[in-house]
T-cell receptor
């Protein structure tokens, strides 16, 4: 399975942009890049996903490198509510994946007031 | 909005008890999943189901079984609970069926199970 590498932790100040990096050098051509986050005492929630092109939604933007070996989740203006563990996940490419997600350790984002 | 609910937020059981964790989703999703989450180990998949009465083992199925008699409900069963099954249990569902890629999983709030 293709793996992802993320920094263990990052810090930001409120209302500043945050760029959360993810390396996935062994990504296959059909792997989607997913980002989820987990707020304290809650289950993970979907943030965004993409394949090749950059993606935007109301929560965040996803910038995907041209060679797809890395990606960056961008929170344009961090709020205290964005403090969470952020997971970068590649979809299991196996034929019997059934949509299985393999979570790594993620990045703990701390947002300072 | 998709809603995934789990029967309990907190549960305390004794070693050897049979434990049922229930999960219900309200969006007619085909796939349902059970994970456990432990500090330092992240989320690990226990079992998943892609249709009623269909199930597949995940990465750590030992000591667990599952049941999916109705599309909206997926139960995780600990036949004889042990202390090493103390964990946070998370249920999730997703829309797409077999072999689909790029679909989104929706998670419940989790059940924190303590086995004494």
């Amino acid at each position: 399975d293709a793996k992802t590498t993320q920094p263990n932790s990052m810090e930001s100040n409120e209302e500043e942009p945050v760029h959360l990096p993810c390396n996935h050098s062994t990504i296959s051509g059909t792997d989607y890049i997913h980002w989820y986050r987990q707020l304290p005492s809650q289950g993970p929630e979907y943030v965004i996903h993409g394949l090749t092109s950059n993606v935007n939604n109301r929560m965040a933007s996803l910038a995907i490198a041209e060679d797809r070996k890395s990606s960056t989740l961008i929170l344009h203006r961090a709020t205290l509510r964005d403090a969470a563990v952020y997971y970068c996940i590649l979809r299991d490419p196996g034929g019997t994946s059934y949509g299985k997600l393999t979570f790594g350790q993620g990045t703990i984002l701390t947002v300072h007031p | 909005d998709v809603k995934v609910t789990q029967s309990s937020r907190y549960l305390v059981k004794r070693t050897g008890e049979k434990v049922f964790l229930e999960c219900v989703q309200d969006m007619d999703h085909e796939n349902m999943f059970w994970y456990r989450q432990d500090p330092g180990l992240g989320l690990r998949l226990i079992y998943f189901s892609y249709d009623v009465k269909m199930k597949e083992k995940g990465d750590i199925p030992e000591g667990y079984s599952v049941s999916r008699e109705k599309k909206e409900r997926f139960s995780l069963i600990l036949e004889s609970a042990s202390t090493n099954q103390t964990s946070m249990y998370l249920c999730a569902s997703s829309l797409s069926g077999f072999g689909q890629r790029g679909d989104t999983q929706y998670f419940g709030p989790g059940t924190r199970l303590t086995v004494l």
